[in-house]
């Protein structure tokens, strides 16, 4: 099953992201058209994280396939702003599915030191992946074990 056999709400659009809500799984799927600034990418995650909080949602796929991978700058506000908020909020429990192309997912996969993508813990998990069914299953089975 892949998130297009849903019908998906659309949250935010502009140029260069979309957000949807997918109801029937509960995951909101980010999905990014083209590089993008480091103002966009934080405007965006912030749009993310207002609707996580709204919707009480802690499964998300991001499609970041189309936009490449982040700046050392973007991934530093990530992890010192953006995680930390979405800690705060929520405490444990965070599902996050990236969907990256396949020279980006060849260079993670390189320097992870065990060849693993996926790092799980109870306050965050995160997982890599080619393609959007197996990153949407991947959540979908998190989050039919968090709603038992």
Do not use: C
């Not at 997912?105 to 109870?122: C, D, I, T, V, W």
């Amino acid at each position: 099953m892949t998130p297009e056999n849903f019908s998906a709400q659309l949250l935010y659009q502009s140029e260069l992201a979309e957000l949807s809500f997918l109801p029937e799984s509960g995951i909101l799927w980010l999905s990014w058209k083209a590089k993008a600034s480091s103002v966009i990418i934080q405007e965006v995650y912030e749009q993310l994280f207002r609707q996580m909080q709204s919707r009480q949602v802690k499964h998300v796929l991001l499609d970041v396939s189309r936009r490449g991978r982040a700046t050392a700058a973007d991934e530093t506000w990530m992890m010192r702003e953006f995680v930390p908020r979405l800690l705060q909020f929520f405490k444990e429990g965070i599902y996050l599915a990236y969907l990256l192309d396949a020279s980006h997912y060849r260079a993670l996969k390189a320097e992870s030191p065990n060849g693993s993508l996926e790092s799980l813990s109870h306050l965050l998990s995160m997982n890599y992946f080619r393609e959007a069914g197996k990153a949407f299953t991947w959540l979908t089975t998190k989050n039919l074990r968090t709603a038992i």
